[in-house]
């Protein structure tokens, strides 16, 4: 068994204290997504959890789990990587790893306006009243109930279900907390267009938007450390 966080204020947390309980780990956190997931885990939307999946979406999409109490790292510390998750085989949108259809060639803040060009074209859609090149414009339209955004987000949405339920029947979590900007900024249009598509092989876990203003690395390294001492 690990040894338990001890009780300990977070700096600049206000009355946060570290969650009961021991992570569990073979090797170090090195990647963000690890460390946000203790951070959330800490203290954060998952306080308490022992079965939580962490979320980056931002230039990429990474992910960071805590299973049973325990931090996956795997065999070369790169367990987690779900951006890499297949989604499609229609678009053949190509990732940055060079493989065609991962859920980050569609839905990372980089490639949604890629991924809007891929939908435009076959949607056969002519007119846009936004700026289709900037991913920042695309869901402002959408919040602002434009038509053709709207649209596009439900396809949108459908990719973020597809990889969200790869995720749950993977880790079986509690708790999904998404973090980076896209999620900070646009968290609920994300999770209110993805929510109606998930699978419900597996009950449904609670989806949060972190509130820890971007810091859930830091504090899951402070809690990694503290754990270790």
């Not at 022992?50 to 979320?55: A, E, Q, R």
């Not at 992910?63 to 990587?81: C, F, K, Q, T």
């Not at 949108?156 to 999620?183: H, K, Q, T």
């Amino acid at each position: 068994m690990g040894r338990r966080l001890p009780e300990h204020r977070v700096p600049g947390r206000g009355d946060r204290r570290a969650a009961p309980g021991a992570v569990r780990a073979s090797g170090r956190p090195d990647q963000r997504a690890r460390a946000g997931v203790l951070g959330e885990r800490w203290a954060g939307a998952a306080r308490g959890s022992d079965n939580v999946v962490y979320i980056t979406l931002s230039t990429g999409i990474g992910g960071g789990a805590v299973v049973n109490g325990r931090l996956l790292l795997g065999m070369s510390g790169n367990a987690g990587e779900i951006g890499h998750i297949p989604v499609d085989t229609r678009y053949n949108l190509v990732c940055g790893c060079g493989f065609a259809g991962h859920w980050e060639a569609y839905a990372s803040a980089k490639n949604i306006p890629g991924f809007f060009a891929a939908w435009r074209e076959a949607a056969d859609v002519r007119h846009v009243a936004f700026d289709p090149s900037s991913t920042r414009a695309i869901f402002t339209a959408a919040r602002a109930e434009d038509p053709v955004a709207l649209a596009f987000m439900e396809a949108l949405g459908e990719m973020n279900a597809r990889g969200i339920s790869a995720v749950i029947v993977a880790y079986n979590p509690e708790v999904i907390v998404f973090d980076g900007p896209l999620a900070r900024y646009y968290g609920d249009i994300v999770i209110r267009q993805m929510e109606p598509f998930i699978d419900r092989y597996l009950a449904l876990p609670r989806l949060a938007v972190s509130d820890l203003a971007g810091q859930a690395p830091l504090l899951g390294a402070a809690a990694y450390a503290l754990e270790a001492r």
